[in-house]
């Protein structure tokens, strides 16, 4: 049985900083690419950070220089650590795990986000 489960979301003030994490259990995440995912209400799911089995990390130009992915690969843990929060990051972050060949997609349940005005 694969899972996916994020944590440590809630309620921050703007300027605030958060560190999510996504504990992946029946897989070895250092052999997937993962990534967060950010959702608004009535948005689109926007990537907001990766991170390859290599290492190389992208972000979306939004949360450059705020916001850092990485992987505990010993804890098979992957973190988002958010700084600088700005009301517009509120929303639902998701945890994904990618693989191809075979093609396999996971997804946490996500853990909701908010940054008040």
């Known amino acids: 049985q694969v899972q996916l489960v994020e944590s440590g979301g809630g309620l921050v003030q703007p300027g605030g900083s958060l560190r999510l994490s996504c504990t992946a259990s029946?897989?070895?995440?250092?052999?997937?690419?993962a990534a967060w995912y950010h959702q608004a209400p009535g948005k689109q799911r926007e990537l907001v950070a990766g991170i390859t089995r290599g290492g190389s990390t992208n972000y979306a130009d939004s949360v450059k220089g705020r916001f850092t992915i990485s992987r505990d690969v010993a804890g098979n843990v992957l973190y988002l650590q958010m700084n600088t929060l700005k009301p517009e990051d509120t929303g639902v972050y998701y945890c994904n795990a990618a693989q191809t060949h075979p093609l396999y997609n996971y997804w946490g349940q996500g853990t909701q986000v908010t940054v008040s005005s």
């Open positions: 029946g897989i070895m995440l250092k052999t997937y690419t």
